[in-house]
């Protein structure tokens, strides 16, 4: 009868250690399931590794304003995600919800109507100064030109879905509309177009990436083309709390002068400062008809 009891009581005492085991086990695994749930992931794109400063200025900002919203929009993670950079893919991707839940990019009436564009400019509006980019041997050819009109006999090398095609293009420019960025330097080389314009925050690192991989490459020294070309962060239309999320970020570093300092000391737009270096250049102006309101 004694052997019985100690049995039983050895089985009940193992059953308990057993129940609270699984208790134990069951709350933290509760616990860390909540925890991750209160984590708002963001997933953006890779780092473009022909523009790693540029991309690397973009990433920063937004980290910047999710990290400025925490308390009142939790924690938060960015998640990097590897796709091929094609503008018109990576928008639908994001408004469908798949792989992608913001990007940067010039706005359009168009994007504008298929996404929801955060109304910070994230450049101050400078993206739509455009330097020249050319072949070295043909600068002495383009500093003669001191009107638009000459320019516009020449052709404009341009990617094939971005909106400034479409701005050179309704100014009277002549554009060749390339699939990616390497092609159009080889055709500068070639002589298949024969400018490629690059935004003024753009074109000391396209002259480091690119210079001599094809050939010897220059800026035009004197002419900048100007045109209203604003660059927002875009989230799905059903993305409302990410969109007013970033907004209310990008606007405090505003309020702080937050923002001022990040764009001006960041190694990919320190360069457009001081603004007062481009009063002399050449402005060739052109009109936005796809931008919107």
Not at 56 to 73: H, R
Not at 162 to 176: K, M, R, T
Request: aromatic share 12%.
């Amino acid at each position: 009868m004694c052997d019985f009891l100690t049995n039983h009581f050895r089985k009940l005492a193992a059953f308990w250690v057993l129940l609270i085991y699984m208790a134990i086990n069951l709350g933290s695994h509760f616990a860390h399931a909540q925890n991750d749930s209160s984590i708002q992931k963001v997933r953006v794109l890779n780092y473009n590794p022909n523009q790693p400063s540029e991309q690397d200025y973009f990433f920063g900002l937004l980290d910047k304003a999710m990290s400025n919203t925490v308390i009142e929009y939790n924690s938060y993670e960015l998640e990097h995600v590897a796709i091929s950079y094609q503008q018109t893919r990576i928008m639908t991707f994001i408004n469908s919800g798949q792989r992608l839940d913001v990007m940067h990019t010039m706005t359009s009436r168009q994007r504008e109507h298929d996404l929801t564009a955060v109304k910070v400019p994230l450049l101050l509006g400078m993206l739509g100064h455009r330097v020249l980019l050319i072949k070295a041997s043909r600068l002495n050819e383009f500093e003669q030109i001191g009107e638009a009109e000459a320019l516009k006999k020449y052709i404009a090398c341009q990617g094939i879905d971005w909106p400034d095609s479409d701005i050179l293009e309704a100014n009277g420019y002549l554009v060749a509309r390339v699939t990616d960025e390497d092609a159009m330097i080889a055709m500068l080389e070639y002589e298949r177009c024969d400018y490629y314009p690059r935004g003024i925050s753009e074109i000391d690192n396209e002259l480091t990436l690119y210079n001599h991989k094809y050939g010897a490459l220059a800026r035009v020294p004197h002419i900048i083309l100007r045109y209203p070309a604003p660059v927002y962060f875009f989230v799905a239309k059903s993305n409302t709390l990410l969109a007013q999320r970033i907004e209310k970020g990008l606007q405090q570093m505003q309020q702080s002068g937050e923002f001022f300092d990040y764009i001006s000391q960041h190694k990919a737009t320190s360069s457009l400062f001081p603004l007062s270096q481009w009063n002399d250049k050449l402005f060739f102006d052109l009109h936005n008809p796809i931008i919107g309101e």
